[in-house]
């Protein structure tokens, strides 16, 4: 899939402003001085209305009267009415003339015309100020992703000619030597060199707890190094590393814009000329029918329908309700591709699942040892021995057996192909490997491992079967409950897909109480079963897998679901929704995110059209006043901002 290339240095002032810095120094003075410019001109505004309306209800001032009341009003009008003109006026020579901007300068012209003065300037200082809240509350709800921002490393010691230099990331080249001390970010992914290191990847996976790990194990760009100076060989390129690639998805996520909020940008589109006609229908229509028609007092209806009828509180509220899911799902560790994934994701009610990586650890570990007439711990030893000369997955879990004493040494080991291995251990001879091993060597195996689905390593000493070691991938910690969660959550329908053999697929799935299984499934295998899934209109499918051979049903499905986002490239590439966790349960919480937002986005949507049409009506009628309209229009506007800012403060039980 082709990826949009983002220039991560543009982001940052991309996200927080024109005058931002990222010189290390603290500029929360400047920043202050800032805030108070921006909301100079409507503070401003505000006292010299104020001011205005108190003269002339108690007609403190007999001069406050003519051109002197016009010109101070005027003057209460032009720090906040101007950049709206101004922004209206570009939109017209770009050829868009039915803006909002265009509304609210005609209404608010118009009520200059008509002597309205303080209603004038109440509505575009009202107006100003919904557009400060929606500014303050988009800033808000982009604070998870300035965080992400925030871990950006600017620079990399990497180690040239026997000295360690400080040079920008995009420098370093892969297999290049980088040091990292104690309290900086990781700036490009590798591999630990150091014995062993504490990091925290809260900016990466959403998880706080410091993660630890050993020699030899994969580090994150944008972690941060928690205990000793450590070294490490670096992987990947800047452009390729996990904080790249992550704000990549979040940069992009929020460009790609819902149905809802299409919608909703068409509908004004449309929607606003119509208003527009109609208001000039509304001032002159009533002449033909009405005896003592007063074209002032209709033109005053007209502009109370026009601010009426601005659409700002739909396309402000209705982007920002869903940039608040987006960050609030990237403060959880998930990572929405678009808003049009979270909409997608309300409506799952099918999950497929693959199973190694992801609802299980990949990873081998010994779950049981049965030494026949032999001591476990002597047993072990001609095993490990035997394991030290093989490479295999299986036989590095083995050697993570831990026990005292000397560990024995094996000569003369031998491969066999297919069947295991032969050797010499303290002068006896050993065979290590599978039933057919010990058939091909006619030694007798005990009748209950035929019952054990997992991978088994039976063990012979001299010509004598002495026991065998099961070996199993562990369900990950929070794999049961997630199915239960999702039962909960409406998603009725889980099936588990699974390349390995189906023996343990099926156990798998029964420990999970997942009714639907196959397992020793191809990549294909797997896209044809969720093929015939997508047969049936009413099933909405979610996929979550982890690997390469995931990709194509990734792709396939209503929402693909990545889980293990570190991990593999072509499953981020494909999916649509990232968990940066390798918790299963982090689907869940996707789930009531998306729910939530969506929830908010329509309250705000029936809000806005609910208030808007009572007060066109009563306007219409002569019996609402611009106060009114200006309540319909700005102050529904920041009721919807609010509500849309909840998505910041709520908190989803895993």
């Keep these: ?17 024109q005058n931002s810095h990222d010189d290390g120094h603290n500029h929360n003075s400047s920043e202050s001085v800032g805030k108070f410019n921006t909301y100079l001109p409507a503070i401003f505004s505000f006292v010299m209305l104020m001011i205005g309306i108190a003269i002339d209800y108690f007609d403190m001032f007999p001069y406050f009267k003519g051109w002197i009341r016009i010109l101070w009003y005027a003057v209460a009008y032009i720090p906040v009415g101007f950049p709206v003109i101004k922004e209206g006026w570009k939109s017209i020579k770009k050829g868009d003339v039915f803006t909002e901007f265009f509304l609210m300068s005609i209404a608010t012209i118009g009520a200059f015309v008509i002597g309205e003065y303080p209603e004038g300037v109440a509505v575009m200082l009202f107006y100003a100020v919904g557009e400060l809240f929606q500014s303050a509350a988009v800033n808000k709800a982009k604070g998870n992703i300035k965080a992400l921002l925030d871990v950006r490393p600017n620079e990399a010691l990497v180690n040239r000619n026997n000295d360690y230099i400080s040079v920008s990331p995009e420098a370093v080249e892969i297999g290049e030597k980088i040091q990292v001390r104690v309290g900086e970010k990781i700036p490009l992914d590798g591999i630990l060199l150091s014995k062993n290191g504490s990091f925290n990847t809260a900016a990466l996976t959403g998880e706080s707890k410091p993660d630890t790990i050993a020699k030899g194990e994969k580090v994150f ?18 452009k390729d590393s996990s904080i ?30 119509i208003v527009v006609f109609l208001a000039i229908g509304v001032t002159f229509i009533p002449y033909f029918f009405v005896d003592d028609y007063v074209f002032r007092d209709w033109l005053y209806r007209a502009l109370i329908f026009l601010v009426i009828s601005c659409p700002c509180a739909l396309v402000i509220s209705i982007p920002l309700g869903y940039f608040g899911g987006l960050g609030a799902a990237s403060k959880n560790g998930i990572l929405f591709k678009g808003a049009s994934f979270l909409d997608a994701m309300t409506r799952i009610n099918t999950l497929v699942m693959d199973k190694t990586g992801t609802v299980t650890k990949g990873v081998f570990k010994i779950k049981e040892i049965k030494a026949i007439n032999w001591d476990e711990k002597e047993f072990m030893k001609y095993l490990m021995a035997m394991e030290e000369q093989s490479t295999h997955p299986i036989a590095k879990a083995i050697l993570e057996y831990k026990d005292e004493g000397t560990d024995y040494e094996a000569s003369e080991v031998s491969e066999i192909a297919g069947k295991g291995l032969k050797g010499i251990v303290n002068g006896r001879t050993v065979l290590v490997g599978n039933k057919a091993l010990m058939t091909a060597n006619n030694i007798n195996v005990v009748e209950e491992t035929e019952t054990i689905v997992e991978s088994i390593v039976l063990v012979a000493i001299d010509d004598e079967f002495t026991g065998y070691v099961v070996i199993a991938d562990e369900l990950k910690d929070d794999a049961k409950e997630t199915i239960t969660a999702l039962h909960k959550v409406g998603v009725k329908n889980i099936m588990m897909l699974s390349g390995d053999k189906d023996s343990i697929t099926q156990k798998v799935a029964s420990e999970l109480n997942i009714e639907i299984a196959k397992g020793g499934l191809l990549p294909e295998d797997k896209l044809n079963e969720v093929e015939i899934l997508k047969q049936d209109p009413n099933n909405k499918i979610a996929f979550i897998g982890d690997g390469i051979n995931d990709a194509p049903v990734l792709a396939a499905s209503d929402v693909g679901i990545a889980m293990g986002g570190l991990g593999s490239d072509v499953a981020i590439e494909t999916a649509d929704v990232i968990i940066q966790t390798d918790q299963p349960s982090k689907v869940v919480k996707a789930i009531k995110i998306s ?41 529904v506007a920041l009721l919807a901002i609010l509500n849309a800012v909840r998505l910041q403060r709520m908190k989803w039980i895993d």
């Design 1 to 17: 899939m082709k990826k949009k290339k983002v220039n991560l240095r543009d982001l940052k002032p991309d996200l927080e402003g």
């Design 221 to 238: 760009a944008g972690s941060i190094n928690l205990d000793g100076v450590i070294e490490i060989e670096t992987t990947k390129e800047f």
């Design 244 to 273: 790249a690639r992550i704000l990549n998805m979040v940069q992009n996520a929020t460009a790609r814009k819902s149905k809802t909020e299409l919608f909703i940008r068409k509908f004004a589109r449309v929607y606003t000329p």
């Design 595 to 635: 729910r939530s937002t969506r929830k908010i986005v329509w309250q705000n949507i029936i809000l806005a059209f609910g208030v808007k049409v009572i007060v066109l009506i009563l306007g219409a009628g002569g019996l609402a006043t611009m106060w009114e309209a200006v309540f319909a229009d700005v102050g």
